[in-house]
Every structure is written in C-alpha cells, then in structure tokens.
Nanobody
C-alpha cells in the first residue's frame, strides 16, 4: 500500500495550492480519506476528511471556508484545494486512509484511526 502526497511548496499569504494524494495497493473507493498537518514544533492535527463516495466532507474550523477536500475514485486520488493561505498554515501535510471495514479504535480526528499514511508534503506560506 502506498499513499503518495504531492503539490506542496512555497507560496505567499493569500495564495493557493492544491495538494494531491495518489493511492496504490488498495481498493481506493473502499477507503475513508483524511488530511492531517504538522506545523513546526507541534503535534500532527486533523484538518479534513471525506467519505468513500466523496459525498460527505468535513473540515475543522481552522480551515473551513478556505480548504476543500475532494476525491476522484477513478484516479485513486484525493485532493486538498487550499485557498487564502495564511502563514499559520505552514506545515507538513499528510494524507491518511482507513478501510470501511476497519476495526481500528479511535475517531476520525485521531491518528490511530487510520491504517495508512502518505510521506507528507511541505507547505510554506510566507507573510
């Protein structure tokens, strides 16, 4: 199983980036997907999730209205469109996957809920 995150980079405040996470080795449409981020010196935090079909999404208050998560099951890829970026959005961004039949404990905002992780992609927002 591999989750390959990409699309990070350096952007000025107010700018936009689109992150991608391409999955292989899994039946992608059977997986609940999420994005987390880890700011410098801080813990990894949940920011967005999407259902298997893509019909349902949720974002934390810190990114709501600015970030949009989507998926293309035909391409085995999940996306995070990030607009109106702020310096506090600077972090390593990780995608995560959980199978719909998984028995892993926890909740969707906890790292332990997810079985697979991407390697992370760095996003740096300059002021």
């Amino acid at each position: 199983v591999q989750l390959q995150a990409s699309g990070g980079g350096l952007v000025q405040a107010g700018g936009s980036l689109r992150l991608s996470c391409a999955a292989s080795g899994i039946t992608f449409s059977n997986y609940f997907m999420a994005w987390f981020r880890q700011p410098p010196g801080k813990e990894r935090e949940f920011i967005a999730r999407i259902s298997w079909t893509g019909e349902t999404t949720y974002q934390t208050d810190s990114v709501k209205g600015r970030f949009t998560m989507s998926r293309d099951n035909a391409e085995n890829t999940v996306y995070l469109q990030m607009n109106s970026l702020k310096p506090e959005d600077t972090a390593i961004y990780y995608c995560a996957a959980r199978g719909r039949t998984s028995y892993r404990g926890g909740s969707y905002y906890e790292r332990r809920w997810y079985a697979y992780w991407g390697q992370g992609t760095q996003v740096t927002v300059s002021s």
